[in-house]
């Protein structure tokens, strides 16, 4: 079945969603998705197909000519309050048994002739025995790019992005997403490398939080001659990443610093208790990531926002062994609470990136940019 979503393009019948998040986070995950389905009018039976994957089915209470349009909004609306998805994409075909032959063949004939999709993502899960694919990717990708575009599949403009999610060599599945409401990186992964000069690999944390806003946030918010406070900052993975956009950081933390940090002029820091420290005046940004209760986390952030400390927050929250659905939840409550104070609310994210572990990473920025 076919439907009409707009006078240029026609969407597939969806069967559900295809979701990938961090390996033992998929009740979490599965959690979340029930939570936000409660907008479709529908449910979804889900299942954990591998480490960090969900593929669910979806019943909604609406004509069916009206289900894949309805799906793909919401798909746009959910995309920038996903916590525990990294990737997200709406399932129109399952292939169990590809033929390994000639697996080109077997995915074309799955597509849709009248499919119109601007980006093609070959995807698998978040385990060693997935990275065997990579080679496998590699083979298809350039074949099956050039067979789409000769048959006018793949077009520069379309606004669709075609996910083909593979389990091993075998079994596949195929989604279709938003590009403007998904990631492009497959399975939401940046692939960042180390910085040799960097003080510890929690760097990549706040590298990947900075990727993740959009092109017109990084060009707004992150300026040379931003001040910074860094609380818990020792030693120093969140304030390199800083002073290399060239911002001026404040480092809170009874612990050292590296010395590298403190030779290039751009870092003071101050021995004090993170919970306790507040800056004169306002600064540009406050980051953290104490290891501390998240809650606890959460109302130092809604004491910063509250007194305009700071206009823009990233921090991360490390979250309980259990009820990590609720607590998070109840986090963000304190946080959209402390907001809603102010004379104009800032924008609340949270969502668990692939350099979190048992953590999530929340944003909050300013309604109208610096």
């Known amino acids: ?37 409660t907008a479709l009018a529908g449910s979804h039976e889900v299942k954990k197909q591998d480490e960090g994957l969900l593929v669910s089915s979806l019943s909604m209470d609406v004509p069916l000519s009206e289900r894949s349009p309805l799906l793909m909004e919401h798909m746009q609306l959910w995309w920038p309050q996903w916590i525990f998805a990294r990737q997200a994409s709406a399932c129109f075909a399952y292939l169990p048994a590809l033929n390994t032959q000639d697996r080109i063949t077997d995915l074309v004939q799955a597509i849709p002739s009248f499919l119109h999709v601007g980006d ?33 599949t793949l077009r520069p403009l379309a606004p669709f992005r075609l996910h083909l999610v593979f389990r091993d060599g075998q079994t596949a599945w195929l989604g279709l997403s938003p590009i403007q409401a998904s990631s492009h990186w497959p399975m939401g992964i940046p692939r960042l490398k180390m910085p040799g000069a960097a003080p510890s690999r929690s760097t990549l944390k706040l590298d990947e939080a900075l990727q993740w806003l959009s092109e017109e946030e990084q060009i707004r918010l992150l300026k040379p001659g931003m001040k910074v406070v860094d609380l818990g900052a020792a030693p120093g993975g969140w304030t390199w990443q800083m002073i290399q956009r060239g911002m001026l950081v404040t480092a809170v933390d009874h612990g050292s610093m590296e010395g590298t940090l403190m030779q290039s002029g751009m870092v003071e820091h101050v021995s004090a208790d993170g919970f306790v420290y507040r800056p004169r005046k306002t600064v540009d940004w406050l980051l ?21 400390h700071a206009r823009c927050i990233i921090a991360n929250l490390k979250l309980p062994m259990k009820r990590r659905w609720e607590e998070v939840q109840l986090c963000l409550d304190i946080l959209h609470k402390a907001a809603r104070t102010l004379p104009t ?18 944003w909050v920025l300013p309604t109208r940019l610096m």
């Open 120 to 152: 093609i993502v070959f995807e698998s899960t978040d385990s060693n025995e997935s990275k065997k694919l990579s080679r496998l990717f590699k083979a298809l990708e350039h074949r099956l790019t050039e067979r789409l575009r000769q048959q006018g």
């Open 288 to 308: 953290c990531d104490m290891v501390e209760q998240p809650r606890r986390i959460a109302q130092l952030l809604a004491q910063w926002l509250q007194n305009n």
């Open 1 to 37: 079945m076919t439907t009409l979503v707009s006078n240029n393009f026609i969407l597939p019948a969806f069967t559900g969603l295809i979701l990938h998040g961090r390996p033992g986070f998929e009740s979490e995950l599965e959690a979340e998705l029930i939570y936000r389905s």
């Open 345 to 362: 609310t800032p924008v609340v994210r949270a969502r668990q990136l692939y350099h979190d572990r048992e953590e999530i990473t929340v």
